[in-house]
């Protein structure tokens, strides 16, 4: 999506009524984190995929030795395994400004408001929110 498209679902998304809530924008997020190919990636689907490093070279890449760089890096130095593509998933997320809290149950009118704009966030196909905080004052 483009940030045209963002800025246009954004703009379908009813304001908070109350003043310490912002919606602040919709992002797509990836988790655990962007997938990082490798030169073992470029030259699999060079030989094989015409040179078209997309979603099916790189799945084969891997079953030939390729792994995502980042995982292969951070991963393994802290004894975690290395996740395949499959595993590093992108997801529309709707960020919503909370102020400073620990419980976010305890923020005044943001369970009403997430009740409110859940058909819309479904219809636009929301995956998920984060609560980013800002400072009262």
Do not use: W
């Amino acid at each position: 999506m483009t940030e045209k498209d963002f800025s246009d679902e954004l703009n379908q998304i009813p304001k908070p009524e109350v003043p310490h809530i912002r919606v602040k924008e919709i992002r797509e997020i990836s988790i655990p984190h962007p997938y990082c190919i490798t030169p073992k990636h470029i030259s699999h689907a060079s030989d094989h995929y015409h040179g078209i490093l997309g979603e099916a070279a790189i799945i084969d890449a891997e079953k030939h030795g390729a792994k995502c760089d980042i995982c292969r890096k951070i991963n393994k130095k802290h004894g975690k395994p290395i996740l395949p593509f499959s595993e590093h998933i992108a997801q529309k997320t709707l960020f919503i400004e909370v102020p400073q809290n620990k419980d976010l149950n305890a923020v005044e009118g943001l369970h009403a408001y997430l009740l409110k704009i859940k058909p819309i966030a479904e219809s636009l196909k929301i995956d998920g929110f984060a609560f980013p905080t800002f400072s009262k004052g």
